[in-house]
């Protein structure tokens, strides 16, 4: 069932990329077109993940339980950038943009230490 649901997030990801792609292509040297461009990196960021994950190259078994640690190197890499893309629209000062992106870092590395730490209520 994991893999059905990598294979749709992977395809997902994939329409839109090729959706702001295009968003960009057609913006090309108009105000904006960071935006649509800089989600295109996103998702294509996110679908080469995702297909790592459905791959096998970034899953790995720890403490008895496997672990998609691909989604982690995709979310330290795209959940900062789009709290950047997030904060300039809203018109954030960059010191606070930057604070929340690295509280989120901060959150993502910590929730894969977690992950990958043994149960302390393991039966025994």
Same mark, same amino acid.
């Given at each position: 069932?994991?893999?059905?649901?990598?294979?749709? !997030?992977?395809? &997902?990801?994939?329409?839109?990329?090729?959706?702001?792609?295009?968003?960009?292509? !057609?913006?090309?040297?108009?105000?904006?077109?960071?935006?649509?461009?800089?989600? /295109? /990196?996103?998702?294509?960021?996110? !679908? %080469?993940?995702?297909? +790592?994950?459905?791959?096998?190259? +970034?899953?790995?078994?720890?403490?008895?339980? +496997?672990?998609?640690? &691909?989604?982690?190197?995709?979310?330290?890499?795209? %959940?900062?950038?789009?709290?950047?893309?997030?904060?300039?629209?809203?018109?954030?000062?960059?010191?606070?943009?930057?604070?929340?992106?690295? !509280?989120?870092?901060?959150?993502?590395?910590? &929730?894969?230490?977690? %992950?990958?730490?043994?149960?302390?209520?393991?039966?025994?």
């Amino acid at each position: 069932m994991t893999q059905l649901w990598l294979w749709i !997030a992977f395809i &997902g990801m994939v329409f839109g990329c090729i959706y702001f792609g295009l968003k960009a292509t !057609a913006m090309r040297r108009k105000e904006g077109m960071e935006f649509p461009l800089e989600s /295109f /990196f996103i998702t294509l960021w996110a !679908a %080469t993940l995702y297909l +790592t994950m459905i791959l096998g190259e +970034t899953v790995s078994q720890v403490n008895g339980q +496997t672990v998609y640690w &691909g989604r982690y190197v995709d979310w330290v890499v795209t %959940t900062p950038l789009l709290l950047l893309e997030l904060g300039v629209i809203a018109g954030l000062r960059p010191k606070l943009i930057v604070g929340v992106m690295g !509280a989120d870092i901060f959150m993502i590395l910590t &929730g894969l230490v977690a %992950t990958l730490e043994a149960s302390p209520f393991s039966a025994n």
